[in-house]
């Protein structure tokens, strides 16, 4: 083993360096929308349900159905 350590390369995250979309992502909850999904997969319609009330979506994978 060599005592020297290299450096890292990889440069910098994408971190508001393109505010009108990182605005529009945000402003359309799609995060939120992403991981109700996710939600409704794993944990079934009601834990879907909780979420999406919790977050002010609209439950659109149930068909608009409570």
Same mark, same amino acid.
């Given at each position: ?5 290299q ?20 402003? *359309? @909850? ?5 991981? &109700?999904?996710?939600? +409704?997969?794993?944990?079934? *319609? @009601? ?5 999406? &009330?919790?977050?002010? +979506? ?9």
């Open positions: 083993m060599t005592a020297t350590t450096t890292k390369h990889g440069g910098n995250r994408k971190i508001g360096r393109d505010k009108i979309k990182c605005q529009n992502y945000r402003a *359309a @909850k799609r995060s939120e929308h992403n991981k &109700a999904k996710r939600v +409704l997969r794993s944990s079934g *319609a @009601k834990a879907y349900t909780d979420y999406c &009330a919790a977050n002010g +979506l609209k439950l659109t994978l149930l068909g608009g159905q409570s």
